[in-house]
């Protein structure tokens, strides 16, 4: 296959900057946009050009569109707590939607073709089904799952009326780290819950707020699917390959919930010593579980998670932590 020419928006973020380091290491031209409010310089692989810009800033954004052509659009830019989402809704709706659907009228109009989307399970709400299929009722339990609901919208009509092919991958939980070591988790403040877990572990922080332990799950407490970096990654390159063919929309899981507890024994297990923690009240806007189907994905490109095994998982994360106690230092 041809390198591509690639535009990574959010590349300098989580796992934003993995699927960079796996277009790079293919060997395509890539250009990451990030304002670096989450992201980090050091997290942008060498062969990839870092354009400091923020999406909200249209003249910036047509400029770098303008030096086209551009095969793709990966998009990963945006907020992403859920908690926050539902303290702050307007400012999700803003920043996520409205942002986001600038960006694709902006590719449209610069003929950009491709266009994949980081989508979330956050936009199933609280599903009776499990794991949820593509096809599950839509019912966002949060403006975060909202804005993201509405970005696939945004897709759906610049597909029908103007031709762009788009990828929305929808998965809840990215964790772990490069098996490598180069990439991993880092976010001021961080929300997720097994660099919280490690953190705690670690006493870098106080005891760890297990949030709700009156959920209909065996052990009271929310499950969730937790998804590789890696394994994301390579999604994201399989759906952007697969956008010749058309537009997809891929539920991304391992298809196998963890609860909070679980995660916190996983956790215990790697670092051989308990997870302090505090039991909390139920946050708004969490789902008692989400765990998301590979089948369609599976099936139509083959793709098949290498590092689904919630110790591995956690193994990856604990090791980046402890050669990163700063994160990447900036």
């Known amino acids: 296959m041809m390198a591509r020419r690639v535009l990574v928006t959010g590349g300098a973020g989580y796992i934003g900057s993995h699927v960079v380091a796996a277009l790079v290491a ?79 009228g902006a590719c449209v109009h610069h003929g950009v073709k491709r266009f994949v989307l980081s989508s979330t399970a956050a936009v199933f709400g609280s599903v009776a089904e499990s794991p949820i299929v593509e096809d599950a009722p839509i019912d966002p339990g949060s403006p975060y799952g909202e804005s993201k609901w509405m970005l696939e919208r945004a897709l759906h009509w610049a597909g029908r009326i103007h031709g762009l092919n788009s990828a ?21 403040p961080e929300t997720h819950l097994i660099p919280l877990a490690i953190d705690a572990v670690l006493r870098r922080r106080g005891q760890l707020s297990v949030f709700g332990t009156d959920y209909p799950t065996p052990d009271g407490t929310c499950i969730r699917d937790y998804v590789h970096v890696t394994d994301l990654a390579e999604a994201h390159l399989l759906a952007l390959d697969h956008l010749d063919r058309g537009s ?81 230092g900036d």
């Open 168 to 188: 929305v991958l929808r998965y809840f939980n990215a964790a772990g780290a490069d098996p490598a070591g180069r990439l991993g988790e880092d976010h001021d």
């Open 26 to 104: 293919r060997g395509d031209d890539v250009v990451v946009l990030d304002n670096l409010s989450t992201g980090h310089r050091a997290a942008v692989s060498e062969g990839a050009r870092l354009v400091v810009i923020d999406l909200a800033d249209g003249g910036a954004l047509e400029a770098v569109l303008a030096e086209g052509p551009w095969d793709a659009v990966l998009h990963f830019a945006g907020l992403i707590e859920v908690g926050a989402s539902m303290r702050e809704p307007m400012r999700y709706l803003l920043d996520n939607a409205m942002v986001g659907t600038k960006l694709i």
């Open 248 to 328: 997809v929309m891929w539920n991304l899981g391992t298809e196998t919930g963890h609860s909070v507890l679980e995660v916190l024994r996983a956790v215990a297990h790697v670092a051989g010593r308990e997870v302090p923690h505090v039991l909390a009240a139920r946050r708004p806007g969490d789902p008692p579980v989400l765990v998301a189907s590979a089948r369609k994905i599976r099936a139509e490109a083959g793709w098949q998670p290498r590092h689904a095994a919630l110790d591995e998982i956690v193994r990856t994360a604990y090791a980046w932590r402890l050669a990163h106690p700063d994160g990447y």
